[in-house]
């Protein structure tokens, strides 16, 4: 069963770093599509950043893209998210997520419009930032 902990959520003033990691295991297969999700009480959960970890390729949603980066360390199996520069607006419940996958599919990638489908999720890790 696939297991998935977030960390690194805190309280920050507005302008500020954070950098969250989420650890994954329990997996049998060796290739993810991975995200990172944040939800506000009230509002639907919000597609953040995807890593694809057979290309390693990475999308970040338009509204972070100049702040937030996603990474994965591969002999830690943990994804990261680095946001920088944070904003009020960035307070939230951040999420990773992950579909383990037994091989990779040539020209594959995350689908970005079907993230909310992916099977797997932490419990997430709050994130509070002050003006």
């Known amino acids: 069963q696939v297991r998935l902990v977030e960390s690194g959520g805190g309280s920050v003033q507005a302008g500020g770093s954070l950098r969250l990691s989420c650890t994954i295991s329990?997996?049998?297969?060796?290739?993810?599509?991975l995200a990172w999700f944040r939800q506000v009480p009230g509002k639907e959960r919000e597609a953040i950043a995807s890593l694809y970890t057979c290309t390693y390729r990475t999308s970040v949603a338009d509204s972070v893209r100049d702040r937030f980066d996603v990474s994965l360390d591969t002999a830690e199996n943990t994804l990261y998210l680095q946001m920088n520069r944070l904003q009020p607006d960035d307070t939230a419940v951040y999420y990773c997520?992950?579909?383990?996958?037994?091989?990779?599919?040539?020209?594959?990638?995350?689908?970005?419009?079907?993230?909310?489908?992916?099977?797997?999720w932490g419990q997430g890790t709050q994130v509070n930032v002050s003006s």
């Open positions: 329990g997996s049998p297969y060796n290739y993810y599509c």
């Open positions: 997520a992950a579909n383990p996958m037994s091989f990779c599919v040539s020209g594959g990638n995350c689908h970005w419009g079907a993230l909310r489908e992916l099977p797997n």
